[in-house]
Protein backbone atom coordinates (compact mmCIF):
# COMPACT_ATOMS: atom_id res chain seq x y z
CA UNK A 1 0.00 0.00 0.00
CA UNK A 2 1.47 3.48 -0.96
CA UNK A 3 2.19 5.45 1.82
CA UNK A 4 0.67 8.19 2.64
CA UNK A 5 1.52 11.80 5.40
CA UNK A 6 -0.43 11.77 8.42
CA UNK A 7 -3.98 11.85 8.44
CA UNK A 8 -6.77 10.19 7.05
CA UNK A 9 -11.05 9.80 7.42
CA UNK A 10 -12.84 6.99 7.37
CA UNK A 11 -16.45 5.99 6.94
CA UNK A 12 -18.51 2.33 7.10
CA UNK A 13 -21.20 3.20 4.00
CA UNK A 14 -23.57 0.92 2.66
CA UNK A 15 -25.91 2.22 -0.37
CA UNK A 16 -24.40 5.75 0.06
CA UNK A 17 -23.74 6.46 -3.64
CA UNK A 18 -26.00 9.67 -3.81
CA UNK A 19 -22.96 11.29 -1.45
CA UNK A 20 -19.52 9.57 -1.89
CA UNK A 21 -18.36 11.52 -4.71
CA UNK A 22 -19.16 15.36 -2.58
CA UNK A 23 -18.51 13.71 0.40
CA UNK A 24 -14.87 12.67 -0.98
CA UNK A 25 -14.23 16.17 -3.29
CA UNK A 26 -14.95 18.08 0.17
CA UNK A 27 -12.47 16.22 2.45
CA UNK A 28 -9.78 16.20 0.01
CA UNK A 29 -10.18 19.81 -0.25
CA UNK A 30 -10.09 20.40 3.30
CA UNK A 31 -6.37 18.24 3.57
CA UNK A 32 -7.08 15.01 4.87
CA UNK A 33 -4.36 13.27 3.13
CA UNK A 34 -6.18 9.58 2.95
CA UNK A 35 -9.46 8.88 2.70
CA UNK A 36 -10.85 5.00 3.79
CA UNK A 37 -14.01 3.94 3.05
CA UNK A 38 -14.99 0.45 3.77
CA UNK A 39 -18.15 -0.45 1.99
CA UNK A 40 -20.64 -3.82 3.03
CA UNK A 41 -23.46 -5.74 0.91
CA UNK A 42 -23.99 -2.89 -2.03
CA UNK A 43 -27.45 -3.00 -4.21
CA UNK A 44 -27.02 0.58 -5.23
CA UNK A 45 -23.75 -0.10 -7.14
CA UNK A 46 -21.73 2.46 -4.92
CA UNK A 47 -19.04 -0.67 -4.04
CA UNK A 48 -18.30 -0.12 -7.90
CA UNK A 49 -18.23 3.25 -7.71
CA UNK A 50 -15.63 2.95 -5.02
CA UNK A 51 -13.54 0.59 -6.82
CA UNK A 52 -13.41 3.51 -9.88
CA UNK A 53 -12.24 6.27 -7.35
CA UNK A 54 -9.97 4.12 -6.13
CA UNK A 55 -8.18 3.23 -9.25
CA UNK A 56 -7.29 6.49 -9.78
CA UNK A 57 -5.79 7.15 -6.32
CA UNK A 58 -8.92 9.05 -4.61
CA UNK A 59 -9.58 6.75 -1.92
CA UNK A 60 -8.69 3.37 -0.18
CA UNK A 61 -11.63 0.86 -0.91
CA UNK A 62 -12.25 -1.86 1.85
CA UNK A 63 -15.00 -4.44 0.97
CA UNK A 64 -16.09 -5.31 4.35
CA UNK A 65 -17.55 -8.60 4.83
CA UNK A 66 -19.36 -7.88 8.13
CA UNK A 67 -18.78 -11.47 10.35
CA UNK A 68 -21.53 -12.75 12.23
CA UNK A 69 -22.54 -11.31 15.07
CA UNK A 70 -20.49 -8.07 14.35
CA UNK A 71 -21.69 -4.74 13.28
CA UNK A 72 -20.53 -3.21 9.92
CA UNK A 73 -18.99 0.02 11.86
CA UNK A 74 -17.02 -2.11 14.28
CA UNK A 75 -15.85 -4.83 11.57
CA UNK A 76 -15.14 -1.48 9.45
CA UNK A 77 -12.94 0.00 11.77
CA UNK A 78 -10.65 -2.34 12.53
CA UNK A 79 -10.37 -3.13 9.06
CA UNK A 80 -9.13 0.48 8.63
CA UNK A 81 -6.47 0.09 11.54
CA UNK A 82 -5.20 -2.90 9.99
CA UNK A 83 -5.42 -1.01 6.39
CA UNK A 84 -3.29 2.14 7.72
CA UNK A 85 -1.10 0.50 10.25
CA UNK A 86 1.90 -0.02 7.74
CA UNK A 87 1.27 3.66 6.37
CA UNK A 88 2.74 6.63 8.06
CA UNK A 89 -1.25 8.04 9.01
CA UNK A 90 -1.23 9.34 12.78
CA UNK A 91 -4.56 11.09 12.64
CA UNK A 92 -7.73 9.14 12.55
CA UNK A 93 -11.41 10.43 12.60
CA UNK A 94 -14.52 8.07 11.85
CA UNK A 95 -17.71 10.07 10.17
CA UNK A 96 -20.87 8.77 8.30
CA UNK A 97 -21.62 9.88 4.70
CA UNK A 98 -23.77 12.23 6.05
CA UNK A 99 -21.24 14.40 8.02
CA UNK A 100 -19.14 16.59 6.58
CA UNK A 101 -16.30 18.35 9.14
CA UNK A 102 -16.74 21.79 9.53
CA UNK A 103 -13.41 23.82 10.93
CA UNK A 104 -13.54 27.45 11.41
CA UNK A 105 -9.93 28.27 12.58
CA UNK A 106 -7.71 29.58 10.18
CA UNK A 107 -8.22 28.60 6.88
CA UNK A 108 -10.56 25.76 7.64
CA UNK A 109 -8.52 23.05 7.14
CA UNK A 110 -7.59 20.06 9.16
CA UNK A 111 -4.05 21.59 9.91
CA UNK A 112 -5.51 24.29 11.15
CA UNK A 113 -7.03 22.09 13.38
CA UNK A 114 -3.72 20.34 14.35
CA UNK A 115 -2.33 23.37 15.31
CA UNK A 116 -4.97 24.16 17.49
CA UNK A 117 -5.40 21.00 18.95
CA UNK A 118 -3.24 18.65 17.76
CA UNK A 119 -0.56 18.65 21.25
CA UNK A 120 -3.71 15.79 22.38
CA UNK A 121 -4.27 12.32 21.57
CA UNK A 122 -7.95 12.78 20.86
CA UNK A 123 -9.97 15.98 18.92
CA UNK A 124 -13.57 16.33 20.08
CA UNK A 125 -15.95 17.20 17.58
CA UNK A 126 -19.55 18.01 18.23
CA UNK A 127 -22.33 17.73 16.26
CA UNK A 128 -24.57 20.62 14.62
CA UNK A 129 -27.78 19.43 13.38
CA UNK A 130 -28.47 20.38 10.04
CA UNK A 131 -32.34 19.51 8.94
CA UNK A 132 -34.12 19.25 5.81
CA UNK A 133 -34.23 22.22 4.74
CA UNK A 134 -38.15 21.71 3.46
CA UNK A 135 -36.45 19.06 1.03
CA UNK A 136 -38.74 15.75 0.15
CA UNK A 137 -37.23 14.86 -2.72
CA UNK A 138 -33.12 14.57 -2.80
CA UNK A 139 -32.01 17.62 -4.70
CA UNK A 140 -28.37 16.62 -5.70
CA UNK A 141 -25.99 17.47 -3.67
CA UNK A 142 -25.63 18.56 0.01
CA UNK A 143 -23.59 21.53 0.88
CA UNK A 144 -25.16 24.08 -1.64
CA UNK A 145 -28.98 22.91 -1.17
CA UNK A 146 -28.83 21.99 2.84
CA UNK A 147 -28.49 25.62 4.56
CA UNK A 148 -30.82 25.33 7.82
CA UNK A 149 -30.12 24.12 11.27
CA UNK A 150 -29.90 24.66 14.70
CA UNK A 151 -29.27 27.81 15.87
CA UNK A 152 -26.28 26.13 17.70
CA UNK A 153 -25.72 23.11 19.09
CA UNK A 154 -26.81 22.79 22.58
CA UNK A 155 -25.65 20.56 25.28
CA UNK A 156 -28.84 18.51 26.29
CA UNK A 157 -28.87 16.92 22.67
CA UNK A 158 -25.09 17.02 21.45
CA UNK A 159 -22.81 14.25 20.72
CA UNK A 160 -19.42 14.30 19.64
CA UNK A 161 -16.82 12.77 17.02
CA UNK A 162 -13.44 12.06 17.54
CA UNK A 163 -10.18 12.79 16.06
CA UNK A 164 -7.48 10.78 17.41
CA UNK A 165 -3.69 9.36 16.66
CA UNK A 166 -5.27 5.50 16.15
CA UNK A 167 -2.17 3.83 16.52
CA UNK A 168 -2.47 4.52 20.63
CA UNK A 169 -5.54 3.07 20.55
CA UNK A 170 -7.45 -0.60 20.59
CA UNK A 171 -10.41 0.09 18.72
CA UNK A 172 -12.95 3.47 18.33
CA UNK A 173 -16.64 2.85 18.35
CA UNK A 174 -19.11 5.33 16.30
CA UNK A 175 -18.63 8.37 18.53
CA UNK A 176 -14.91 8.09 20.33
CA UNK A 177 -11.57 6.25 20.22
CA UNK A 178 -11.43 3.48 23.19
CA UNK A 179 -9.36 0.92 24.98
CA UNK A 180 -6.19 3.26 25.11
CA UNK A 181 -2.78 1.59 24.73
CA UNK A 182 -0.95 4.06 27.01
CA UNK A 183 -2.05 5.74 30.16
CA UNK A 184 -3.93 8.92 30.70
CA UNK A 185 -4.63 9.74 26.73
CA UNK A 186 -4.66 13.80 26.31
CA UNK A 187 -7.95 14.87 25.23
CA UNK A 188 -8.83 18.36 24.04
CA UNK A 189 -11.58 20.33 22.68
CA UNK A 190 -10.73 22.00 19.43
CA UNK A 191 -9.47 25.14 20.52
CA UNK A 192 -6.57 22.65 22.72
CA UNK A 193 -8.64 22.74 25.90
CA UNK A 194 -7.96 19.40 28.28
CA UNK A 195 -10.99 17.30 28.72
CA UNK A 196 -11.80 14.21 30.60
CA UNK A 197 -10.59 10.92 28.93
CA UNK A 198 -13.72 8.67 31.07
CA UNK A 199 -15.10 7.49 27.65
CA UNK A 200 -12.30 5.94 26.23
CA UNK A 201 -12.50 2.99 28.32
CA UNK A 202 -15.25 0.38 27.14
CA UNK A 203 -18.19 2.20 28.32
CA UNK A 204 -20.28 3.44 24.94
CA UNK A 205 -20.03 7.20 25.20
CA UNK A 206 -21.17 10.32 23.29
CA UNK A 207 -20.14 13.23 24.40
CA UNK A 208 -16.85 14.63 26.24
CA UNK A 209 -16.45 16.65 29.56
CA UNK A 210 -16.32 19.38 30.44
CA UNK A 211 -19.30 19.90 28.27
CA UNK A 212 -18.63 23.80 28.25
CA UNK A 213 -15.41 23.47 27.14
CA UNK A 214 -15.67 20.86 24.38
CA UNK A 215 -18.34 22.62 22.89
CA UNK A 216 -16.73 24.55 20.95
CA UNK A 217 -18.60 24.36 17.25
CA UNK A 218 -17.41 27.79 15.57
CA UNK A 219 -14.09 26.28 16.24
CA UNK A 220 -14.83 22.96 14.85
CA UNK A 221 -17.63 20.72 14.15
CA UNK A 222 -19.63 17.92 12.28
CA UNK A 223 -21.75 19.60 10.43
CA UNK A 224 -24.39 16.26 10.48
CA UNK A 225 -27.01 16.04 7.94
CA UNK A 226 -28.60 13.04 9.29
CA UNK A 227 -32.60 14.61 7.24
CA UNK A 228 -31.15 15.33 3.82
CA UNK A 229 -34.95 15.09 2.46
CA UNK A 230 -37.56 13.16 3.54
CA UNK A 231 -37.11 10.59 0.99
CA UNK A 232 -33.58 9.76 1.48
CA UNK A 233 -34.05 9.87 5.36
CA UNK A 234 -36.91 6.88 4.88
CA UNK A 235 -34.46 4.91 2.74
CA UNK A 236 -32.77 4.53 5.14
CA UNK A 237 -34.60 2.35 6.51
CA UNK A 238 -34.06 0.08 3.97
CA UNK A 239 -30.47 0.59 4.31
CA UNK A 240 -29.94 -0.59 7.44
CA UNK A 241 -28.75 0.44 10.75
CA UNK A 242 -24.48 0.69 10.68
CA UNK A 243 -24.39 -0.76 14.60
CA UNK A 244 -27.35 -3.32 13.41
CA UNK A 245 -30.19 -2.07 15.49
CA UNK A 246 -33.68 -2.68 14.66
CA UNK A 247 -35.85 0.64 15.70
CA UNK A 248 -37.92 2.91 14.22
CA UNK A 249 -35.26 5.51 14.31
CA UNK A 250 -36.07 6.30 10.73
CA UNK A 251 -39.14 7.24 11.15
CA UNK A 252 -41.09 10.05 10.24
CA UNK A 253 -41.84 11.67 13.55
CA UNK A 254 -39.49 9.33 15.76
CA UNK A 255 -37.38 10.89 18.20
CA UNK A 256 -34.29 10.65 16.18
CA UNK A 257 -36.10 12.20 13.41
CA UNK A 258 -37.11 15.37 15.78
CA UNK A 259 -33.93 15.44 17.32
CA UNK A 260 -31.89 15.51 14.06
CA UNK A 261 -34.53 18.07 11.61
CA UNK A 262 -33.08 21.22 12.93
CA UNK A 263 -34.05 23.88 10.15
CA UNK A 264 -33.67 27.13 12.77
CA UNK A 265 -31.93 29.46 10.69
CA UNK A 266 -29.39 29.51 7.92
CA UNK A 267 -25.81 28.32 8.47
CA UNK A 268 -23.45 28.76 5.44
CA UNK A 269 -20.38 28.51 6.93
CA UNK A 270 -19.45 25.78 5.55
CA UNK A 271 -19.57 26.86 1.78
CA UNK A 272 -16.54 29.08 2.09
CA UNK A 273 -15.01 25.39 0.98
CA UNK A 274 -17.77 24.97 -1.84
CA UNK A 275 -16.25 26.28 -5.29
CA UNK A 276 -13.39 24.29 -4.12
CA UNK A 277 -15.23 21.28 -3.87
CA UNK A 278 -17.26 21.65 -6.61
CA UNK A 279 -14.22 21.99 -8.92
CA UNK A 280 -12.93 18.27 -7.86
CA UNK A 281 -16.29 16.67 -7.95
CA UNK A 282 -16.46 18.05 -11.78
CA UNK A 283 -12.62 16.77 -12.15
CA UNK A 284 -13.70 13.19 -10.50
CA UNK A 285 -16.62 13.24 -12.83
CA UNK A 286 -14.93 14.00 -16.10
CA UNK A 287 -13.55 10.29 -15.42
CA UNK A 288 -16.21 8.06 -17.66
CA UNK A 289 -15.93 5.53 -15.26
CA UNK A 290 -17.06 7.43 -12.24
CA UNK A 291 -19.32 9.44 -13.97
CA UNK A 292 -20.90 5.80 -15.29
CA UNK A 293 -20.76 4.29 -11.54
CA UNK A 294 -22.14 7.23 -10.15
CA UNK A 295 -25.05 7.94 -12.65
CA UNK A 296 -25.86 4.00 -11.60
CA UNK A 297 -26.32 4.58 -8.33
CA UNK A 298 -29.01 7.78 -8.45
CA UNK A 299 -30.88 5.76 -10.90
CA UNK A 300 -30.93 3.00 -8.71
CA UNK A 301 -32.19 5.09 -5.67
CA UNK A 302 -34.40 6.82 -7.72
CA UNK A 303 -36.26 3.23 -9.18
CA UNK A 304 -35.67 2.09 -5.70
CA UNK A 305 -37.45 4.79 -3.33
CA UNK A 306 -40.07 5.12 -6.35
CA UNK A 307 -41.18 2.04 -6.14
CA UNK A 308 -40.97 1.38 -2.12
CA UNK A 309 -42.09 4.92 -0.85
CA UNK A 310 -45.58 4.19 -0.85
CA UNK A 311 -48.32 6.04 0.24
CA UNK A 312 -48.98 3.19 2.74
CA UNK A 313 -44.99 2.53 3.24
CA UNK A 314 -44.03 6.21 4.53
CA UNK A 315 -47.81 5.44 6.35
CA UNK A 316 -45.64 2.84 8.30
CA UNK A 317 -42.82 4.74 8.65
CA UNK A 318 -44.39 7.89 9.85
CA UNK A 319 -45.40 8.30 13.94
CA UNK A 320 -49.45 9.09 14.10
CA UNK A 321 -48.40 12.92 14.70
CA UNK A 322 -46.28 12.69 11.78
CA UNK A 323 -49.10 11.52 9.62
CA UNK A 324 -51.31 13.81 10.67
CA UNK A 325 -49.31 17.01 10.34
CA UNK A 326 -48.49 15.24 6.18
Known amino acids: MTKSTKTAVMACMRNEGLFIVEWLAYHHVIGFDQVVICSNDCTDGSDALLDALEAIGAVIHLRNKVPTGDTPQDSGMRATFRALAPTEIEWLVHIDADEFINIGLGDGCVADLLASAGMGDVIALPWWAFGDSGHTAWPGDVLSKFMLAEATPIEARVKFKSMFRFRKFSHANDHMPIRPLEANPDVRSSLGARLSDEGLYNKKRAKYR ?71 EARLRAIPAIAYAEKHCFDWFKHRADTLLTPAQINAWSKPHARNSQ
Open 210 to 280: PLNLALQPEAACINHYAVPSRDVFLMKNDRGDGQGKSSDKYHLGSRWHEIANQNEQPNTSIQRHLNETQTE
